[in-house]
């Protein structure tokens, strides 16, 4: 994923003297957990696995139905 884009921002870039060599500042990494990786998708499932397990958890008590969010 591109940080900086030509449309975004035009400027005339000089090609690196190493073409392995990246130039920095211009490619981003790929983070752990990034919408649209199996990481990301794995954490959003337990997010909502976790959320439904602290549901259960709550209404399970006697007096859920009494107390309110405000108290």
Known sequence: MFASRPVVHP???????NPA???????????P?????????????TQLLLAAVSLAVMSSTS????????W
Not at 11 to 17: G, I, S
Not at 33 to 45: D, W, Y
Not at 63 to 70: K, R
């Open 63 to 70: 007096d859920f139905a009494t107390v309110s969010a405000f």
């Open 21 to 31: 060599q990246q130039p920095q500042g211009v490619l981003m990494k790929d983070l």
């Open 11 to 17: 400027m005339e870039v000089a090609a690196p003297a």
């Open 33 to 45: 957990g990034m919408p649209g990786t199996p990481s990301g998708l794995a954490l959003r499932v």
